[in-house]
């Protein structure tokens, strides 16, 4: 079975704060994604990698920064954390681009 | 870019009944069509998918279309049950991975 695992289940942070949610998957995937999930909203892409050290821009990266250094772990980085940022944020990763996607259980990140 | 649309945002129905959810896109060169089911604080799990050489695909209750001209695929939930209460997402995909709104689906015994 696929485990993707995030480091963290809840979160609480202060604004201006820097945060880092970590990801990590067990299945030697090379794509990894980070989305945030807000009621009404679905899934935004925020970032997501195809390989180590490669990143690319989702749908709504503003205010947020990412590292890949190794193949396993997908970092999302929150350089000053604000209220807006208040959400809840879930990994994702697949083997080869059109195959299944598997979820971390995701982080509920307050920002206060 | 691409633009994935899902309706309806919301669907309740009666223990027994069809649910159907439909996804429309908009990137020609997707092949791949997978559902998902997110229950209550956990994420999503695919529960069915389909690739453009073929119409339809079937799984004991649950079932995807796809109309590839059209542009759009749906989701068939046959003899509904509570524990199909979920919200459910499409993914239609060529590259990224961009979801759907969602679709809260709540089956009423």
């Known amino acids: 079975d696929v485990k993707v695992t995030q480091s963290s289940r809840y979160l609480v942070k202060r604004t201006g704060e820097k945060v880092f949610l970590e990801c990590v998957q067990d299945?030697?995937?090379?794509?990894m994604f980070w989305y945030r999930q807000d009621p009404g909203l679905g899934l935004r892409l925020i970032y997501f990698?195809?390989?180590?050290?490669?990143?690319e821009k989702g749908d709504i990266p503003e205010g947020y920064s990412v590292s890949r250094e190794k193949k396993e772990r997908f970092s999302l980085i929150l350089e000053s954390a604000s209220t807006n940022q208040t959400s809840m944020y879930l990994c994702?990763?697949?083997?080869?681009?059109?195959?299944?996607?598997?979820f971390g259980q995701g982080t509920r990140l307050t920002v206060v | 870019g691409e633009n994935v649309e899902q309706h309806p945002s919301t669907l309740s129905v009666q223990e027994g009944d069809s649910a159907v959810i439909k996804c429309t896109y908009s990137?020609?060169?997707?092949?791949?069509f997978p559902w998902y089911k997110q229950e209550l604080g956990k994420g999503p799990q695919l529960i069915i998918d389909?690739?453009?050489?073929?119409g339809e695909k079937k799984d004991q209750r649950i079932a995807v279309t796809l109309n590839k001209t059209a542009k759009h695929f749906s989701l068939h939930i046959t003899e509904t049950q509570p524990e199909d209460s979920a919200v459910y997402f499409c993914?239609?995909?060529?590259?990224?991975?961009?979801f759907g709104q969602g679709t809260e689906l709540s089956v009423k015994p």
């Open positions: 994702a990763t697949t083997g080869q681009l059109n195959t299944e996607a598997f």
């Open positions: 299945m030697d995937h090379e794509n």
């Open positions: 990698s195809y390989d180590v050290k490669m990143k």
């Open positions: 990137d020609s060169a997707s092949n791949y």
């Open positions: 389909i690739r453009s050489n073929v």
């Open positions: 993914a239609p995909k060529e590259g990224k991975l961009i």
